[in-house]
């Protein structure tokens, strides 16, 4: 998942949700409030205007006010249960393993070329 997306998802999600307002202006007015950006600012993130990109220190910022941080963590939950399968699977012989394997990778891979996974 790229940067804007993932900003996007956490100011639709997680600053701004749908529960605060039916209506998507107050929603943007709201999240640029709780981060104190600029509203155009907020407005072209929330809308995933790939002209913009997200500096360090919002998406930090966005990271402590949503308590969720940007892809890092879970790229090493997925490479350590990848590996706990690969130590498991070699205990049980290599015929099996291998296939299993590589389809666990293709899945994950899938998964989060495609950000079905969020």
Same mark, same amino acid.
Do not use: N
């Given at each position: 998942?790229?940067?804007?997306?993932?900003?996007?998802?956490?100011?639709?999600?997680?600053?701004?949700?749908?529960?605060?307002?039916?209506?998507?202006?107050?929603?943007?007015?709201?999240?640029?409030?709780?981060?104190?950006?600029?509203?155009?600012?907020?407005?072209?993130?929330?809308?995933?205007?790939?002209?913009?990109?997200?500096?360090?220190?919002?998406?930090?910022?966005?990271?402590?006010?949503? !308590?969720?941080?940007? =892809?890092?963590?879970? /790229?090493?939950?997925?490479? *350590? @249960?990848?590996?706990?399968? %690969?130590?498991?699977? &070699?205990?049980? !012989?290599?015929?099996? =393993?291998?296939?299993? /394997?590589?389809?666990?990778? *293709? @899945?994950?891979?899938?998964? %989060?070329?495609?950000? &079905?996974?969020?």
């Amino acid at each position: 998942m790229s940067e804007i997306a993932w900003a996007q998802e956490q100011l639709q999600e997680r600053v701004a949700p749908a529960a605060l307002s039916s209506h998507i202006g107050e929603r943007i007015r709201a999240a640029a409030r709780t981060l104190k950006w600029k509203p155009s600012r907020t407005k072209d993130i929330w809308y995933g205007d790939l002209r913009v990109s997200i500096k360090p220190r919002e998406l930090r910022q966005l990271e402590e006010i949503t !308590g969720v941080r940007y =892809g890092r963590e879970e /790229l090493s939950e997925i490479d *350590a @249960l990848i590996a706990r399968a %690969d130590t498991l699977l &070699a205990s049980q !012989g290599e015929d099996m =393993g291998s296939p299993v /394997l590589a389809a666990l990778r *293709a @899945l994950v891979g899938a998964v %989060d070329r495609t950000g &079905a996974g969020r």
